[in-house]
Nanobody
Framework: VQLQASGGGLVQPGGSLRLSCVVS????????IGWFRQASGKEREGVSC????????YYADSVKGRFTISRDSSKNTVYLQMDGLKPEDTAVYHC????????????????????????WGQGTQVTVSS
């Protein structure tokens, strides 16, 4: 099982980036996936999570209305579209997965850390600065 995150970079405030997480070794169609971020000196934060088996996609209040999580099962890829970026969005972003997730796992529980994610990708740095 592997998760490969990419798409980070340096962007000005108000700009956009799209992060990609290519997965292998399992299918997205029955998995729970999350994007998490960790800024320097801060705790890890669940940004957006979903469970392909059900539940309402979760977004942290800090990104709601600006970020959109999506998946393309044909490409084994999960995306995080980030618009209206702010300096406080600067962090290392990671994708993580629970393959064959239980249908009862609710997305907000994933992002809150109630469940241990089975697999993590390497991080991709996002820097928002003028």
């Amino acid at each position: 099982v592997q998760l490969q995150a990419s798409g980070g970079g340096l962007v000005q405030p108000g700009g956009s980036l799209r992060l990609s997480c290519v997965v292998s070794g399992f299918t997205l169609d029955d998995s729970a996936i999350g994007w998490f971020r960790q800024a320097s000196g801060k705790e890890r934060e669940g940004v957006s999570c979903f469970n392909s088996r059900g539940g309402i996609t979760y977004y942290a209040d800090s990104v709601k209305g600006r970020f959109t999580i999506s998946r393309d099962s044909s490409k084994n890829t999960v995306y995080l579209q980030m618009d209206g970026l702010k300096p406080e969005d600067t962090a290392v972003y990671h994708c993580a997965a629970i393959p064959e997730a239980d249908i009862l796992v609710r997305p907000f529980e994933l992002c809150y850390g109630y469940y241990k994610m089975d697999y993590w990708g390497q991080g991709t740095q996002v820097t928002v600065s003028s």
